[in-house]
């Protein structure tokens, strides 16, 4: 017979949600990305089945299953010792493809979960409902430190910005050893190249982002936040600083708008401006779909770190979610040859050089 296997994101996920049930709470994450010591209780999960929706309310001692084939209860201190089985394997195995502990398969046909990613069209993972009546049912996606975690940002092609490359006009054979690859796979190709037109006359201007809805949608946070990303993106390669909120200080030392110093030393105008950008891209804002403003069905994150233990933050605690996704995300370098950047290339007879921008969580 065949065993189960799921990627290990996949796993991630499914404990995430049992270790929930379990638990019947959540405890809120601090800006450090610790626990605050404060618990949400939960009454109710929200999940999409391969049967449409289903409510796991949370009782004394059962979890109550309904949906359209279903009407039973399970004891939660199943969900517990399942949820653990399923850490214990992660923590043990380090492959991508993940076989089910033994007795886990069971488990799920009892249960009738045979989707073990959830399958939704808002990018939420499921949908929790809390005691607290101020709160309606709170959409969350899971990121988790035990697999490769979803980007922030993870635009492609259309995350790439342009610098136009001016200074002096290079031959095609200066370009071709410019864009000349000796590894692909060094983590500093990108910088390379950039010192290399440089040192040769060349200088790289920002000139603008390369898909316009990505543009706008930078634009509607701030007019100028696409010059600032690049500045970020740009120090990145060269300095090899990856943090957000070291490459926001260098922003703020630079100055790259040129705005008066009151503005950025007392009134914090580029920490603030990157902060709004990250909890816009936290809550759902995408570089290639039209962003208004308004938040998508993601309110809130749930981040589990490598002890399994997890972390809810929540759009309603917008200082506390600010400044832990200030502290916990750095810019990330994507493939050069999927994304198209990284090298001197020819648009109407001007030379452009584009970097990608791709944003995630520590990984610590």
Known sequence: ???????????????????????????????????????????????????????????????????????????????????????????RERNEEVEAPEG????????????????????????????????????????????????????????????????????????NKINYTDDPDNPNEVARRMLYIESMGGVLKYNDVADKV?????????????????????????????????LTELIEERNPLKIKDELVNKHGFYEFKVKQFLMALALGMRPAKIYTGQDSAVEGILLMDGSGEVLCYHKSEKPVMEDFLFLNTRLEKGSLDKDKYGFLERENGTYYFKLNAKIGLVKR
């Open 214 to 246: 990505f543009r706008s949608n930078l634009c509607m946070i701030d007019l100028n936040l696409p010059r600032v990303l690049a500045e970020m993106v740009r120090l990145m390669h060269l300095d090899n600083i990856s943090r957000v909120d070291e």
């Open 1 to 91: 017979m065949d065993m189960l296997t799921a990627t290990r994101r996949e796993w991630n996920e499914l404990y995430v949600f049992f270790n929930l049930l379990a638990q019947g709470g959540i405890v809120l994450g601090n800006e450090e990305g610790l626990p605050s010591g404060r618990v949400l209780p939960i009454f109710q999960v929200t999940r999409q089945e391969h049967d449409g929706e289903r409510r796991y309310t949370v009782e004394e001692t059962d979890i109550h299953v309904e949906g359209e084939q279903m009407d039973e209860r399970f004891p939660r201190e199943d969900f517990g010792t399942v949820a653990a089985m399923i850490l214990d394997t992660l923590k």
């Open 104 to 175: 886990v398969e069971g488990f799920l046909d009892a249960l009738k979960i045979y989707d073990m990613e959830a399958r939704t069209d808002d990018r939420t993972d499921f949908y929790i409902t809390f005691h607290d009546d101020s709160f309606p049912p709170v959409g969350f996606r899971i990121y988790s430190r035990l697999c490769a975690m979803m980007p922030l940002l993870d635009g492609g092609r259309t995350a790439n910005l342009k610098f136009e490359q001016g200074g002096i006009r290079f031959s095609q054979p200066a370009v």
